[in-house]
């Protein structure tokens, strides 16, 4: 049940603003009515799940990317470092980003994270001195 609940209230959110469209598109006099539910529908939506769209704060990111023979361990996340050719990683203001543009971990999911931007230079001298010389840093 815990595996489906995700994906009803996401079949539900997505049901409830077609049918929201639709009645508005062809019933124009009740569009104030059914904007309030397509509003209410969205904000408990966004509420119930924003852990779905907002990243952690990773603190110490050298602890948090761990290199271990073949592998590359992000958080609770492996890949193969032969199949790593791009590492992005970049600050914006107070935030420093990583990630591995082209490596997914699942369909649409790449391993990313944010952290300080004060540790953006000794962060990315220690993916340099770990990766192969044929690895891209991009920004």
Do not use: C
Not at 1 to 24: A, D, E, G
Not at 48 to 61: G, L, S, V
Not at 65 to 70: H, I, K, P, T
Not at 118 to 123: G, P, R
């Amino acid at each position: 049940m815990s595996t489906r609940q995700p994906y009803l209230k996401t079949l539900v959110f997505w049901s409830i603003l077609l049918l929201t469209y639709v009645v508005t598109l062809y019933l124009p006099e009740s569009e104030p009515f059914w904007k309030t539910i397509l509003i209410t529908t969205a904000l408990i939506y966004l509420a119930t799940n924003r852990k779905k769209f907002q990243q952690p704060i990773i603190e110490d990111p050298v602890s948090y990317v761990r290199f271990d023979g073949e592998f590359i361990f992000i958080g609770d996340h492996s890949i193969k470092r032969s199949e790593i050719r791009k590492v992005a990683v970049d600050s914006v203001k107070d935030r420093g980003y990583f990630s591995l543009p082209y490596n997914q971990i699942s369909p649409g999911e790449i391993p990313e994270f944010t952290f300080p931007s004060s540790k953006i230079t000794s962060f990315r001298a220690h993916l340099q001195k770990k990766f192969d010389t044929n690895v891209e840093f991009i920004t």
